[in-house]
């Protein structure tokens, strides 16, 4: 069966530090790889996709990037948090054209101090 | 108008009812429709998915589809404390590269 790991669970960095939480997909490949936030209280929000290695699509224009070294491994970074940065970030997968059920992994919660 | 939307509640019912959750979408195009279950601190969980007009039942759970009227409604039949929880729905657009469009979901509380 197919599972998703991502890491830390839980972060707490300053301002200007830079980040990187990491997800990895297991039991598939080639999946379509996607990072949310999620503010407290809000809705989820879309910040990069991929559809294969080397390929990503981004959402809203900010600090933060994405990249894809292997089919399963998504990786999203930032080289100076922003206190705007703050929430709970959610990696999720799904495989097909997008019209499949994303899976999410358990996310990171991020503080910045 | 919001893509996808939902009432946010919060939306209280007795133990043993039938919780009823709503959510609209404005792209007649949408093919896929989705529920989530999101516990206070946790990640989403699917639920239900439907792809097609009617009702799609799994346990105490019934999708329901009708693309005519662009809405997707999920009942919860014979509701426990332990349904208590946020509840997502999120949309599948033709054209939307492989993107979901989430509503900003319906917090429920089963009352014991």
């Known amino acids: 069966s197919q599972t998703i790991h ?7 960095q300053p301002v200007g530090s830079p980040l990187s939480l990491e997800c990895t997909v297991e039991g598939t490949s080639n999946p379509n790889l996607y990072w949310y936030r999620q503010a407290a ?3 989820l929000q879309l910040l990069f996709y991929s559809v294969g290695i080397g390929q990503i699509s981004s959402e809203v224009p900010q600090n933060l990037s994405a990249s894809r070294p292997q089919d399963r491994q998504f990786i999203l970074s930032s080289k100076k948090l922003l206190l705007s940065d703050s929430g709970f970030y959610l990696c999720a997968w799904n495989g097909g054209k997008g019209d499949q059920p994303q899976h999410f992994g358990d996310g990171t919660r991020l503080s910045i101090l | 108008q919001k893509e996808v939307e939902q009432n946010s509640g919060p939306l209280s019912v007795p133990e043993g009812a039938i919780a009823s959750l709503n959510c609209t979408y404005s792209d007649r195009g949408s093919q896929s429709f989705f529920w989530y279950r999101q516990y206070s601190g ?3 969980e699917l639920i239900m998915f439907i792809y097609s ?6 346990g105490r ?12 409604s999920l009942l919860i039949r014979d509701s426990q404390p332990s349904d208590s929880a ?9 054209g939307s590269a492989r993107q979901l469009t989430f ?3 319906t917090q429920l509380t089963v009352l014991p």
Do not use: H, I, M
């Open chain 2, 42 to 44: 946790k990640s989403p």
């Open chain 2, 61 to 72: 759970f019934t999708a329901q589809l009708n693309k005519a009227s662009q809405y997707v």
């Open chain 2, 86 to 94: 946020t509840y997502l729905c999120a949309v599948f657009r033709s």
């Open chain 1, 6 to 12: 991502q890491w830390p669970a839980t972060l707490v």
């Open chain 2, 53 to 58: 007009n009617g009702d799609k039942e799994d």
């Open chain 2, 103 to 105: 509503g900003s979901g």
């Open chain 1, 41 to 43: 209280g809000r809705g």
